[in-house]
């Protein structure tokens, strides 16, 4: 009983120290809502490797989240982490108000220990209105490379220039392969491409408006390239450019027309009525359709191959044909060859007897005597006597 008693205290003081104090998070409904996973601050979790030199090591982490006790995240919110030496990122625009808890675990690579974290973020009402929305295609990021905050401070930067407003909060935060976009080759210079989202109260300026209009819009398809619509760009970083072609605006302000009611037709019976079904149709003959796909390919298949037979069974010219038309000195030399060829099979069919004479070393030809074999093997030695 006591070791249960101290078993089960020791389970509960483990799983006590290994849940650390939740990270807490608030965000508005309808804003972008990114929280940056530090490699750095879950490195202390891990004992460091080389401990004894006092080195903290920097391990490849690898970050799993999910929402409390479901598989998976929320619909809204987003993970990517592009390498285990890179920080990680959730992002997404929640949009009903409410508490979530994420549960992060981190896998060390390097040792496959693991960690755990809670991420509780709430939702909290909206905080500002934003019926003027725009979104800005920036080609030449990867979604990682935007979402840390001090990217997101000069791109809103650049953009606040461009629409002359102070108030300016993103919205989305898109990689361009959530949109169909496709995956750039691992070569410098190409990334995935961002849609950025961003609102405001204020209304768009004359350079925004611009990218609504046919001549921008036409203008766009016959360059091929990106145009800029007036000289309203403005862009601190070449990498945070926006690529005017591929960005809309959106006014949430004006009220979208409602979907035309779906007109009806023929086929929808009245309340009340009763379905009459048509008559079944008269029986059909199969007779002319099996005789045309059956019968006549089954008819011709047999015609080929009595045909074929004829031919290969009946006009055979034969051996005698053959030899006949072959010139007399071309057979004896195909029948010489054949008889040596049958010599020699049946000369190695009997390797069991003796050596025949003229492969001794030296023999007298006519007595059949040989003579004492010589102590040198010269190669000099003549193999065959010379006859007195
Ligand atoms: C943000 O972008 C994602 C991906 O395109 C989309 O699924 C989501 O609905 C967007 N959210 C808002 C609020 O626009």
Redesign the pocket.
């Given at each position: 009983m006591a070791e249960w008693t101290s078993l089960v205290l020791t389970v509960c003081l483990a799983s006590v120290l290994v849940v650390k104090a939740d990270i807490k998070v608030h965000t508005p409904v309808?804003q972008l809502f990114v929280f940056e996973l530090q490699r750095d601050t879950f490195q202390n979790e891990f004992p460091p490797f080389l401990r004894h030199y006092g080195r903290v090591y920097n391990d490849p982490m690898v970050f799993k989240c999910n929402k409390q006790a479901f598989p998976d995240l929320p619909d809204w919110l987003r993970f990517t982490q592009r390498h285990p030496y890179n920080n990680g990122f959730l992002y997404g625009?929640p949009?009903a108000q409410g508490k979530t808890t994420i549960e992060i675990t981190v896998i060390n690579k390097r040792s496959y220990d693991t960690a755990k974290d809670r991420l509780i973020i709430t939702v909290d009402p909206p905080a500002k209105r934003m019926p003027y929305q725009a979104e800005f295609f920036i080609s030449m990021r990867d979604i990682e490379q935007v979402l840390p905050s001090t990217v997101q401070e000069d791109i809103k930067r650049d953009l606040k220039r461009i629409w002359k407003t102070k108030t300016l909060d993103f919205?989305?935060i898109?990689s361009a392969l959530?949109?169909g976009g496709r995956v750039p080759l691992p070569l410098a210079g190409h990334f995935e491409g961002v849609y950025v989202?961003v609102g405001s109260d204020q209304y768009f300026t004359e350079c925004l408006l611009r990218l609504q209009t046919a001549e921008h819009r036409r203008q766009c398809e016959v360059a091929g390239k990106d145009t800029v619509p007036g000289d309203c760009t403005v862009c601190s970083y070449s990498g945070i450019c926006v690529t005017w072609c591929k960005s809309t605006l959106i006014d949430l302000s004006r009220p979208v027309a409602p979907h035309p009611a779906p007109t009806v037709g023929t086929g929808i019976l009245d309340a009340g009525s009763v379905y009459d079904p048509p008559e079944s149709p008269p029986p059909r003959d199969f007779l002319p359709d099996y005789i045309v796909t059956v019968i006549v390919p089954l008819a011709l298949a047999i015609l080929l191959c009595a045909l074929l037979a004829y031919i290969m069974c009946c006009r055979r010219e034969g051996l005698e044909k053959r030899d006949a038309k072959t010139p007399d000195i071309q057979l004896y030399h195909h029948h010489t060859i054949h008889e040596n060829t049958t010599e020699l099979r049946s000369m190695a069919a009997g390797r069991g007897v003796p050596p025949p004479l003229s492969t001794r070393s030296m023999f007298n030809s006519r007595t059949g005597e040989t003579a004492p074999s010589f102590q040198t093997e010269s190669p000099r030695v003549p193999l065959i006597l010379a006859q007195q």
């Open positions: 309808g625009t949009l919205v989305n898109t959530d949109r989202k």
